[in-house]
């Protein structure tokens, strides 16, 4: 079993959709929560950091953590083509080496 | 927000040729930097974490005599594929961590090995 699960997609959602992405951890010990957004042949960017339980909100984007169910989510209100991309969640447990451990990244395309 | 660059974005080189890829955090110090390999549609595999000052360390099975590692200031980091074989060729992607313990990616290199 993976640490981090993540479904590959690809997702194909309308312009104007609200976009639900998820993973599912099994290292209890993580702590800290990042959602990236990878273009093509990019380098990911960060979208979204949570430390611990809870819900984060910028701009379009919310991030929910649930550390009871070890599974968490990013939602994209009004989605928008430029939204189209490879969104990946990364956790760590914060230690001193900091690795981030990755899911597979799930393709979404927002059809306009 | 925080930027990192690599140089070159792109690099084509003949087998047994050695490669050198530059990594630079711009606006922050980072006192650690990750190097990371992705091929087609797979995500992010770490190969080895960067630390100013002292020797990488790397992950299991990453040959560290092939991929030569030295982070010589608090802003840049230098990842020297060896004697490149056409295996090698993949995208890499570093990133680098500020005080904050948040990881900054920069835009990635492609290597081609022929």
């Known amino acids: 079993q993976k640490e981090v699960e993540q479904d590959p997609g690809p997702l194909s959602v309308p312009e104007g959709a609200i976009v639900s992405l998820n993973c599912t951890y099994s290292?209890?010990?993580?702590?800290?929560f990042m959602w990236y957004r990878q273009y093509s042949r990019k380098g990911p960017e960060l979208l979204m950091y949570?430390?611990?339980?809870g819900n984060k909100e910028d701009g379009r984007f919310t991030a929910q953590v649930d550390k009871s169910s070890k599974y968490i989510s990013l939602f994209i209100r009004d989605s928008q083509p430029s939204d189209s991309a490879t969104y990946l969640c990364?956790?760590?447990?914060?230690?001193?080496?900091?690795?981030?451990?990755f899911g597979t990244g799930t393709l979404l395309a927002v059809q306009p | 927000g925080a930027v990192v660059s690599q140089h070159p974005s792109r690099v084509i080189c003949k087998s047994g040729t050695s490669v050198k890829i530059e990594c630079r955090s711009l606006?922050?110090?980072?006192?650690?930097m990750f190097w990371y390999r992705q091929f087609p549609k797979q995500s992010l595999m770490l190969m080895a974490t960067?630390?100013?000052?002292?020797?990488?360390?790397?992950e299991q099975g990453v040959e560290k005599d092939k991929f030569l590692i030295n982070h010589a200031s608090l802003t840049l980091s230098t990842l020297t594929v060896t004697s490149a074989h056409p295996e090698d060729s993949s995208f890499y992607i570093c990133?680098?961590?500020?005080?904050?313990?948040?990881?900054?990616f920069g835009p990635g290199t492609r290597l081609t090995v022929l």
């Open positions: 990133s680098a961590r500020d005080l904050a313990y948040t990881q900054y």
């Open positions: 290292n209890s010990a993580f702590q800290y």
């Open positions: 949570t430390y611990s339980s």
């Open positions: 990364a956790m760590s447990n914060g230690g001193a080496t900091n690795k981030l451990i």
């Open positions: 606006d922050f110090q980072a006192t650690t």
């Open positions: 960067s630390n100013e000052g002292s020797k990488a360390t790397y």
